[in-house]
């Protein structure tokens, strides 16, 4: 079975600049979530989808970032404007089901904005 | 609803043993724990779905106490392969959201 697949696995940008990911999950999986890990810390959730619909971006900055599934299998996750802050590990993993299914994570991309 | 983890960091000597906690101010429905390791993507260890279920991985085993919005992972006399941070990640009842705590980070040493 293969895995979560991330692209691209880092990226250099400066500040104000636009950048996007992508995320290919585990095929079948119905759940996709995008997680922010800073440096030190646990993984924040972003966003998850439930197909191609959200279930939850509570805690997704929406003046900058954005993200979308379409055909509620791949999905890409964008920044515009970049600040400094935003220098993190994304990580995106996928699972069967959201509340009792295990999480498998793709390798991430590693953001640093200068 | 971020679970706590505690302690935020342990040094063991190989062959010792630990256990970290993760509890939650709300009724958890489930609970997730993994293992990362610096640079890498976090590894699914085991799934908690029941109040008093206990589920066993080699010498890594845990816990779930519903009552007390309460999990623990228990690892036995540890390796060197065992450091890492480790992470709960929980969902509430009624939330599919899967949050993650700040993580409790082992280091195993010789």
């Known amino acids: 079975e293969a895995g979560v697949a991330q692209s691209p696995r880092y990226k250099i940008i400066e500040k104000r600049q636009s950048v996007a990911f992508w995320c290919n999950p585990i095929?079948?999986?119905?759940?996709l979530y995008w997680y922010q890990q800073i440096l030190g810390q646990g993984p924040k959730l972003l966003i998850q989808?439930?197909?191609?619909?959200?279930?939850?971006d509570s805690q997704l900055p929406k003046d900058r970032f954005s993200a979308e599934r379409l055909k509620g299998v791949d999905s890409t996750l964008k920044i515009q404007p970049a600040k400094l802050e935003d220098s993190a590990v994304y990580l995106c993993?996928?699972?069967?089901?959201?509340?009792?299914?295990?999480?498998?994570f793709g390798q991430g991309t590693r953001l640093t904005v200068v | 609803q971020q679970p706590v983890q505690s302690p935020q960091a342990v040094i063991l000597r190989e062959g010792e043993d630990a256990v970290i906690n993760c509890s939650s101010s709300?009724?958890?429905?489930?609970v997730h724990w993994y293992r990362q390791k610096h640079g890498e993507a976090p590894v699914f260890l085991m799934i908690?779905?029941?109040?008093?279920e206990q589920k066993g991985h080699e010498k890594i085993s845990a816990s779930f106490n519903e009552k007390k919005q309460q999990s623990s992972l228990y690892l036995t006399a540890s390796q060197l392969s065992y450091s890492g941070t480790y992470f709960c990640?929980?969902?509430?009842?009624?939330?599919?959201?899967?949050?993650f705590g700040k993580g409790t980070k082992l280091t195993v040493n010789p």
């Open positions: 709300k009724a958890l429905y489930s």
């Open positions: 095929s079948g999986h119905a759940t």
């Open positions: 989808f439930q197909n191609n619909g959200v279930v939850d």
């Open positions: 990640g929980t969902a509430v009842r009624g939330s599919e959201k899967l949050v």
């Open positions: 993993a996928s699972s069967h089901h959201a509340e009792d299914g295990q999480a498998f």
């Open positions: 908690l779905l029941k109040g008093g």
